[in-house]
């Protein structure tokens, strides 16, 4: 295998991830260094190449407990594979980083996509509700641990940045910015939302926006459930109720325009718990990069973003029938010129202040900064 300036590592995501391998592993092949990523597939260990990025695969963990023996997996992966620094992204990795960094005596970088801790306690439905409160404390002091270990990070959110460098660690806010150049979708009547799609995010108040449209305004959502048992009760209470919900498959990010384009007006559907006041939402920057006006829950992310750019209403985040409201007026007549400068607005506030090409100069840096460190203590 050859010795990469960085290699990427993934125990969840898929290859192709957006923020992962469209995003930052593509800026950094961009920005001259030598990238692969190591990422789970569901095919035996192999090669493969893409943009000249190689992608080492392994087989993925199909069941919650595996994640326990993918992580040694992909740890055993890792240490085989000669390379300048490790950048990796997934929480349950990091125990694994710690031991590598020791072992291989080069920098591990943590890209940190979440409050963890947050979100155990909020949007982690499978996990019983008497765990929560002690598995949190658990995984923030872990966290806190292990990237003191490390000493090296990048966030996608403020708060994040703050809790990092008080632990001592060199982090770097990379926000999770949509990497396409603004251009407008318009796309036949109709809503989309390609967020995930359990509780914390609405999915309850999307079947009840589905129960209030009129028949001919269809209701998009993507694939994207964060189980089967949650996937089936969403699918079978649309069959049930004959709402005008379609399930769409998945696509890749960079194919993102086949999913936004089915429809005219965008949903940001969080509800109102703590977790969703403090992160970015990237669908958010992909329905402003396409020109898609949207209707989005009033919680301080989406206030912050939504709002400060004027890219659409805001309404109350349990209310389906404000958010059936807003998106009706503007599919109207009456609401054509509004619906025109949201859309306006979203694309120039992507081209001004919300764009990858402008955020990834973060992380060149960071890791400009890392190896150049690295090679000092070498030499």
């Known amino acids: 295998m050859k010795r990469h300036d960085i290699l990427v590592i993934t125990t969840i995501h898929p290859?192709?991830?957006?923020?992962?391998?469209?995003?930052?592993?593509?800026?950094?092949?961009?920005?001259?260094?030598?990238?692969?990523?190591?990422?789970?597939?569901?095919?035996?260990?192999?090669r493969f190449a893409r943009d000249g990025i190689p992608v080492y695969t392994l087989p993925p963990a199909t069941k919650r407990l595996d994640r326990i023996f993918h992580g040694w997996r992909t740890f055993r992966a890792a240490l085989r594979a000669p390379a300048r620094s490790y950048y990796f992204h997934d929480l349950d990795f990091l125990p694994w980083a710690v031991l590598l960094r020791k072992l291989k005596r080069v920098p591990v970088v943590y890209d940190c996509h979440e409050n963890y801790p947050i979100e155990i306690v909020h949007n982690k439905d499978w996990i019983p509700g008497f765990l929560r409160g002690p598995l949190s404390k658990l995984v923030h002091a872990l966290e806190d641990r292990c990237v003191r270990a490390l000493g090296e990070?990048?966030?996608?959110?403020?708060?994040?940045?703050?809790?990092?460098?008080?632990?001592?660690?060199?982090?770097?806010?990379?926000?999770?910015?949509?990497?396409?150049?603004?251009?407008?979708?318009?796309?036949?009547?109709?809503?989309?939302?390609?967020?995930?799609?359990?509780?914390?995010?609405?999915?309850?108040?999307?079947?009840?926006?589905?129960?209030?449209?009129?028949?001919?305004?269809?209701?998009?959502?993507?694939?994207?459930?964060?189980?089967?048992?949650?996937?089936?009760?969403?699918?079978?209470?649309?069959?049930?109720?004959?709402?005008?919900?379609?399930?769409?498959?998945?696509?890749?990010?960079?194919?993102?325009?086949?999913?936004?384009?089915?429809?005219?007006?965008?949903?940001?559907?969080?509800?109102?718990?703590?977790?969703?006041?403090?992160?970015?939402?990237a669908k958010l920057f992909d329905y402003m990069a396409f020109g898609l006006p949207i209707v989005a829950s009033h919680v301080q992310s989406n206030a912050r973003i939504v709002g400060q750019a004027g890219a659409g209403i805001l309404v109350k985040p349990d209310d389906a029938q404000a958010y059936v409201d807003a998106a009706l007026h503007l599919l109207s007549e009456a609401g054509r010129e509004e619906r025109d400068r949201m859309a306006q607005a979203g694309m120039q506030a992507v081209q001004d202040h919300f764009s990858w090409e402008a955020e990834q100069h973060a992380l060149i840096g960071h890791f400009q900064q890392v190896l150049n460190s690295s090679a000092q203590r070498m030499s």
């Open 15 to 46: 290859p192709y991830d957006g923020r992962i391998y469209e995003r930052g592993t593509r800026a950094l092949k961009d920005a001259g260094f030598s990238v692969g990523v190591i990422a789970p597939w569901d095919i035996d260990l192999e």
């Open 153 to 281: 990070a990048t966030v996608v959110v403020p708060n994040l940045l703050e809790r990092f460098e008080q632990l001592g660690a060199h982090t770097t806010l990379v926000r999770n910015f949509s990497r396409f150049s603004p251009r407008r979708l318009q796309g036949p009547p109709g809503l989309i939302y390609s967020g995930t799609v359990n509780p914390a995010y609405g999915s309850e108040v999307l079947l009840e926006i589905a129960r209030r449209l009129p028949a001919h305004v269809p209701l998009y959502v993507p694939d994207r459930f964060p189980d089967p048992e949650t996937k089936a009760n969403f699918e079978n209470t649309v069959q049930r109720d004959q709402l005008p919900i379609t399930v769409l498959p998945r696509v890749k990010p960079g194919e993102i325009d086949q999913l936004l384009g089915r429809a005219s007006i965008a949903l940001s559907t969080e509800q109102d718990l703590p977790n969703m006041h403090l992160g970015y939402h």
